[in-house]
């Protein structure tokens, strides 16, 4: 397959608003790939190399950039292969063998080609918002169920494997996958609701836990082997050795845990989102001892060679609390007083509290109804798409945000407003520094930059708006914090935005524009 194939498509399908054309050609793609291809242009059409993140920035490629081939001639599988041994080059001598092995690669790229391998490259392809629309193509170039395909995928975690086992085997090549301890699986999420009081009157038998301010994770055991990931499944275990310690004396053999983590104050309070998050990129002595991280676990997985996820949450709770003890999170099943947990969760220092259908499976990589969280003050996470320059105190600081949200259709986020309230000093020096490392271009008011940094923005609530696309503008915007555990997949989408503005639920497919 020509990875002008493959580009071509990626350009059809930014011109495309229906989620349903979207589908059709990605569908028509995928059945004419090659098997030995098919993982690959997966991968390249939702944004991720098949080899992960390959460390190549943005002024690397555009130092590199060579004179464009006249006419295509890449193949998807020479494109993966370079890829491959592009990631697999490190020490000694690596940044010149790099730059060589990436000079041959666009050299041999039409101009088209070379801007598609530089927003791969770079990110910015991988806004996630294909991956639900690439999950119905799989399964329509297939001919299996969809639903097939996406619990395929949250037990795997990757699409391009998923793909190639749906086009090769079909249901029943889905339908083994289980969950394998050590390997992330995909998180359930949560919806926001609008009151403790709405939230408990729609799910009925329910369970309400604290909602933590902290960082999601998730662990893996299999005899003394641990493994912890984070919410975007990326592996911390080597800068969280007093959770590893712990998960490993558990009183089982294995077992695949659901949770958050924080690191506390001397008196228990939560501190700082950004100092828990501070712990998974560093394995310093002193700020190990300063910063111990405490995990409170809400959910079980699997334990000791049974897998849970089918099982109602009031069973997963009761294997939770006979593996986990102390360590469960703080809550109740059909609590008499939902509202007295609300107020103990906030005079402890906490978000809110998260309410859950007793009834419900853990539906992994789902956000729908099954889960709701309850907060005081309305938050949504957002993707940076900009920041204007400054005035008066704030002169040579990168201020005013520009946000949007996720398009769940797979185009590239939707505008929903601006914002420059809520950052304090060390947050201007901070992405002064950070946003031009995203830079897409600029000009004399602002720098726009790829949308690769989500942040979480308070607000009152939504207005319906001519001025941006959506249709939609946050009211009294304030930004809370940036999200470096969260992507752009896991932005809130611009149906959830509207929803707060049309009392609205936004289901866990999204509408058809």
Known sequence: MQLHDVVTTSADLARRRSRKAKTAVLSELLSGAP????AA??????????????????????????????????????????LGELAATTGSGSVRLRSELLRSLL??????EQDFLFRLLTGELRQGALEGVMVEAVAAAAGVPAEAVRRAFMLSGRLPDTAHAAMAGGTAALAAFRIEVGRPLRPMLASPAESLAD?????????????????????????????????????VTAHVAELTDLVRGLPCESVVLDGETLA?????????????????????????????LRPYF????????????????????????????????????????????????????HEGVMVKDLDSPYAAGRRGRAWLKVKPVHTLDLVVLGAEWGHGRRHGYLSNLHLGARDPNGGPPVMVGKTFKGLTDELLDWQTAELPRHESHRDD???????????????????????YPGGVALRFARVLRYRPDKDAADADTIDTVRALLTGERPGEQPREP
């Open 35 to 38: 098997a030995d291809e098919l």
């Open 41 to 82: 242009a997966v991968a390249f059409l939702t944004g991720a190399p098949t080899q992960g993140r390959i460390g190549v920035g943005w002024r690397t490629l555009s130092e590199l950039r060579a004179v464009p081939a006249e006419a295509p001639r890449l193949t998807v599988s020479e494109v993966d292969s370079a």
């Open 107 to 112: 050299s041999r790229a039409t101009a088209e």
């Open 199 to 235: 939230a408990t009157a729609e799910l009925g038998s329910v369970s309400v836990e604290y909602k933590l301010d902290g960082a999601r994770i998730q662990v893996h055991r299999r005899g003394d082997e641990v493994h912890v990931y984070t919410r975007t499944l990326r592996e």
């Open 264 to 292: 506390l104050t001397d008196d228990g309070r939560p501190r700082p989102f950004q100092e828990t998050m501070s712990r998974f990129g560093s394995t310093r002595e002193e700020q190990v001892r300063a910063l111990l």
């Open 298 to 349: 809400f959910d079980c997985l699997h334990l000791d060679g049974t897998d849970l996820l089918d099982a109602p949450l009031r069973e997963r709770q009761a294997k939770l609390r006979a593996v986990a003890g102390e360590h469960v999170i703080p809550g109740e099943q059909e609590p008499a007083d939902p509202d007295a947990i609300l107020v103990a969760s906030l005079e402890a220092g």
């Open 445 to 467: 008011q602002a720098v726009y930059v790829r949308p690769n940094l989500v942040v979480e923005i308070e607000l009152d609530g939504v207005q319906a708006s001519t001025r």
